[in-house]
């Protein structure tokens, strides 16, 4: 798994939104047979989700609660 300090804006999230990342981090990379084709770069956040842009261009909604789409 990739550490959380070199996805940009990471340190500015507050502590609910880092743990929403962390549990989506820990459930993504589990669902990819090949991770790093689909690594996030980015997260900000937005009213009521957190946007995560990956290096293959895309970018995901992840909840609260870690689901992304």
């Known amino acids: 798994m990739f550490e959380t300090k ?13 743990k929403a990342f962390d549990s ?3 459930r993504f990379y589990n669902a990819w047979e090949f991770p790093e084709d689909h690594k996030p770069i980015a997260v900000n956040m937005c009213k ?3 946007k995560v842009d990956l290096n293959d261009g895309s970018w995901l909604h992840v909840t609260p609660s870690g689901e992304w789409y």
Do not use: H, Q
Request: proline share 0%; aromatic share 16%.
């Open 24 to 26: 989506f981090l820990k």
């Open 6 to 18: 070199n996805i940009k804006n990471y340190n500015r999230l507050g502590s609910n939104a880092k």
């Open 48 to 50: 009521g989700f957190l």
